[in-house]
């Protein structure tokens, strides 16, 4: 940590980004790997978006402690494209949740989109030792 006029700042030991932008039919998916031994990591933000030319419908997101489509769900999401032609994005910071020991990390759709949608995920965050 730092010391600046009295205030402790923490800085992350390993900070990272994943991020995944899939269109058309495809599962929108950002893992961060296991980091082996005792490493654990936690996810600071996630930024979530969704567009569609022909349809406007609701999708579930999951932050998983785990790979892709495995592992426990910490935390999760519904996003929906308001109208057709637009586009909806959410950031979400301070999520600082804590991942199992020599386990991956993973921000996902829980499903693909439309044939006319893309959607993009990120996730960010740093390691512990």
Known sequence: GTV???????????????????AGATQATASK????????????????????????????????????????????????????NQSTCIDLSAINMTGTANTAMTLEFAAAGSATSTSTVTLTGYSTP
């Open 4 to 22: 600046s006029t009295g205030a402790t700042y923490g800085v992350p030991l390993s900070a990272w980004s994943v991020i995944d932008t899939d």
């Open 33 to 84: 790997a296991a980091g082996g031994g005792t490493v654990r990591h936690v996810a600071q933000s996630v930024t979530i978006c969704r567009g569609d030319t022909a349809v406007a419908v609701p999708a579930l997101i999951h932050l998983r402690d785990g790979a892709t489509g495995a592992g426990t769900i910490l935390r999760a999401w519904v996003i929906g494209v308001s109208a057709v």
